[in-house]
């Protein structure tokens, strides 16, 4: 079933027009001739020890000035599993993403961590209008990686991420200033507007899926943000598979199986790029390289 959510109010066009990108936030290992890290350690957490994170609802974790509810699905193992962070879009829940996108099922199929924050009820959900320094939401991803390789020790080469709308646009955020930690991203219809670009620390591998021309709220396109994207991205060096599948500001059917084979096949500085040949077969007709 493909799904559409109504997102967007009419003054977030004037927010975007006075919005900026700020500095990115510290990398922790230098790059290697690949674009990956020679030396990979988790972020530290900027609240003291970590709480324990477990299967469900995570109620209350601290982070910077505030906290955040977090639904967290665990695989049966989840010792040095890679990562997944899913966003929400606005209006939504977390419970309500992983429930649409069957990310429960992709957990203990695949053998993936998905952590999926509630936002901290800012106006757009996520802070991806704001700058990047002492953004909380960067805060958020740092200190939940944190946690999680200090209880799970995860796969620091795999860590991702996916979102829909204002998850999109913030895991388009993520892309640009959380680089030196994230493999690859997966943002569904997210995209961003020129002025808000930023370069990533360093190239990375991204999907980008959108609903065509139709994918609307008001006067905001998702498909002019998503274009831009991926060409800014390109012009940077970052591979780009571009999803165009027309049905409008959807999650079209089949996103979680596309969306996690294109992620799990590019840990963190894989060479040679597997899709430089062509897409997988089992890839919609719909996407492509461009």
């Given at each position: 079933m493909t799904l559409s959510f109504a997102l967007w109010t009419a003054p977030w066009m004037g927010l975007l027009a006075c919005g900026g990108g700020g500095a990115t936030t510290d990398d922790t290992g230098s790059a290697g001739a690949d674009g990956g890290a020679v030396a990979r350690t988790a972020p530290t957490y900027s609240d003291g020890t970590c709480p324990a994170l477990v299967d469900g609802v995570n109620a209350d974790f601290p982070t910077g000035d505030t906290s955040y509810k977090v639904k967290i699905v665990l695989p049966p193992d989840p010792q040095g599993a890679p990562?997944?962070?899913?966003?929400?879009?606005?209006?939504?829940?977390?419970?309500?993403?992983?429930?649409?996108?069957?990310?429960?099922?992709?957990?203990?199929?695949?053998?993936?961590?998905?952590?999926?924050?509630?936002?901290?009820?800012?106006?757009?959900?996520?802070?991806?209008?704001?700058?990047?320094?002492?953004?909380?939401?960067?805060?958020?991803?740092?200190?939940?990686?944190?946690?999680?390789s200090g209880q799970y020790d995860v796969d620091l080469d795999r860590i991702t991420s996916l979102g829909m709308s204002a998850g999109g646009l913030m895991t388009t955020y993520l892309s640009l200033h959380e680089a030196q930690w994230l493999a690859a991203t997966a943002p569904f219809s997210g995209g961003v507007l020129p002025d808000l670009y930023t370069t990533p620390a360093r190239p990375l591998p991204v999907l980008i899926t959108w609903g065509g021309t139709s994918d609307l709220y008001g006067t905001l396109s998702f498909?002019?943000?998503?274009?831009?994207?991926?060409?800014?991205?390109?012009?940077?060096?970052?591979f780009v598979v571009e999803c165009e599948h027309n049905g409008g500001h959807?999650?079209?059917?089949?996103?979680?199986?596309?969306?996690?084979?294109?992620?799990?096949?590019?840990?963190?500085?894989?060479?040679?790029?597997?899709?430089a040949g062509g897409l997988p077969s089992d890839f919609p007709d719909w996407c492509r390289l461009p």
């Open positions: 990562v997944l962070f899913a966003w929400h879009w606005l209006g939504g829940t977390a419970n309500e993403l992983v429930r649409t996108m069957d990310l429960d099922q992709l957990a203990a199929d695949q053998g993936v961590i998905v952590v999926a924050p509630s936002s901290d009820g800012s106006p757009y959900e996520w802070h991806f209008l704001d700058d990047a320094q002492d953004n909380p939401d960067l805060l958020l991803f740092e200190d939940l990686l944190s946690c999680l498909d002019d943000l998503s274009r831009e994207l991926s060409t800014d991205l390109r012009a940077d060096g970052s959807t999650i079209p059917n089949g996103a979680t199986a596309y969306a996690w084979e294109f992620l799990a096949a590019h840990p963190m500085g894989v060479s040679p790029e597997p899709y």
